[in-house]
Nanobody, 122 residues
Framework: VQLQASGGGTVQAGGSLRLSCAAS???????MGWYRQAPGKEREAVAN????????YADSVKGRFTISRDNAKKNTVYLQMNSLKSEDTAVYYC?????????????????WGQGTLVTVSS
């Protein structure tokens, strides 16, 4: 599974950006989402969405970011980022999870895309 992310850039505080991520997989991936890593900080989860459409957000982005999934394109996920703040500046990574059962044992496979830089200037 390969993940291709796009949409990063530089925007002023209060502005908006939309990130996109397309995964090359013929079946629907169980969960897709976004992580971010700011300079000098650990990578953190931003938002994720299941194949059924259930979403989850970090407290810091609730009400400002919206994750969505294109069912027609299956494994394509978007992150609409509004009211951006300087603290949102980070490299954003697309992530996907595939759950399989092998010999009766459930296994989780994680996949990561290349990062895309989001810079919010104040």
């Amino acid at each position: 599974v390969q993940l291709q992310a796009s949409g990063g850039g530089t925007v002023q505080a209060g502005g908006s950006l939309r990130l996109s991520c397309a995964a090359s997989w013929f079946l629907s991936l169980d969960v897709m989402g976004w992580y971010r890593q700011a300079p000098g900080k650990e990578r953190e989860a931003v938002a994720n969405i299941t194949s059924g459409g259930t979403t989850e957000y970090a407290d810091s982005v609730k009400g400002r970011f919206t994750i969505s999934r294109d069912n027609a394109k299956k494994n394509t996920v978007y992150l609409q980022m509004n009211s951006l703040k300087s603290e949102d500046t980070a490299v954003y990574y697309c992530w996907a999870l595939r759950k399989v059962v092998s010999g009766g044992t459930p296994l989780d496979y994680d996949y990561w895309g290349q990062g895309t830089l989001v810079t919010v200037s104040s």
